[in-house]
């Protein structure tokens, strides 16, 4: 096999409850992944060396070198089989860039399902899952797709049941925010205001308007503790949150650690509305509608 393409979804974050401050310098997440019809699509083609090229509107945010997370994934891919595996990945990028979607895991994650094809390693599931979880946190979520929730730094997952799809709108911003210095401000706001972090706990009432596919119950339960944070930094979101509430958003929130809005719409026809009325009212740089959950990584063939 020449070349193998992997189709990865964006994830949003229907609950983030960040705990304190740990001594490593993490925070003890609840993080309730859900993946969504946003993708990226990463070819690898087997070739001697490591190369990475980025196509898409904001390709030029993403590194085309070592740092890049998908050749970070194939390289640590590659050390684990013990062998000197040469690829060269194609990523065709949709997932907005530093836009709390999760997209460089998601390319992470497809770099390490097409890999592992590519080179006929037939590694299962669960070596990838440890391989990903230390190139990020995210990148374990990134691997299974669905709906998932996740302890620690977020990378020990149970998958959810889900009884139903989730019509979303994704509010774009124009450029993004450095997902460390969103930690950094929460922090702020808490010493600054003097409230001690909670434990994080996963909300019952959320899983149970997810297993029961109720939208309107899920809206209402939607939490994320980065908020006032990615808020502070990036004002602008206050009018964005507003603006789809006003539209009749079921539930508005800032995707992980934004500056992405992700709004739960009741069906796919009010959606479309909400989708339309944001990027009339000019309150974000595009709106796009998605659903969820989808499946994780799916490799196909381009011709
Ligand atoms: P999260 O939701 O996991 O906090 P994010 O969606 O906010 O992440 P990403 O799009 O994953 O952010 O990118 C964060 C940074 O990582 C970018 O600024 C970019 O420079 C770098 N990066 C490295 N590899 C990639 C990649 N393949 N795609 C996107 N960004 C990448």
Not at 111 to 138: F, H, K, M, Q, T
Not at 179 to 194: K, L, Q, S, W
């Amino acid at each position: 096999m020449n070349s193998v393409t992997v189709r990865v979804p964006a994830k949003v974050n229907l609950q983030l409850a960040v705990g304190p401050l740990r001594d490593d310098g993490y925070h003890d997440l609840v993080n309730v992944f859900h993946a969504v019809s946003i993708f990226d699509e990463v070819t690898a083609t087997a070739e001697t060396g490591m190369r990475v090229r980025v196509e898409g509107d904001s390709a030029g945010q993403v590194p085309e070198d070592d740092d890049n997370l998908a050749i970070r994934a194939a390289s640590a891919l590659a050390r684990h089989a013990g062998r000197s595996y040469g690829v060269s990945l194609l990523i065709r990028k949709s997932i907005p860039v530093a836009g709390g979607m999760a997209g460089g895991s998601a390319d992470a994650a497809a770099a390490l399902v097409a890999c592992n094809e590519l080179w006929g390693l037939g590694l299962p599931l669960a070596d990838l899952l440890e391989i990903g979880a230390d190139i990020g946190s995210d990148v374990p979520f990134a691997l299974l797709g669905g709906t998932a929730v996740g302890t620690g730094r977020g990378e020990r997952l149970t998958p959810l049941e889900v009884g139903g799809t989730f019509h979303w709108v994704f509010a774009l911003a124009e450029g993004g925010l450095s997902t460390p210095a969103v930690y950094a401000e929460c922090d702020r706001i808490r010493e600054a205001t003097g409230t001690d972090a909670a434990w994080p706990q996963t909300s019952e009432p959320l899983l149970d308007a997810l297993r029961r596919g109720d939208a309107k119950a899920l809206g209402a339960e939607l939490a994320n503790d980065l908020q006032p944070a990615a808020v502070m930094l990036r004002r602008s979101l206050a009018r964005t949150l507003d603006a789809g509430r006003e539209h009749g958003a079921l539930g508005a929130i800032v995707s992980g650690s934004g500056p992405t809005c992700a709004f739960l719409a009741d069906s796919e026809t009010h959606a479309v509305e909400l989708a339309a009325a944001l990027r009339a009212e000019g309150v974000a740089r595009d709106a796009v509608t998605a659903h969820g959950p989808v499946p994780g990584p799916a490799v196909g063939q381009r011709p």
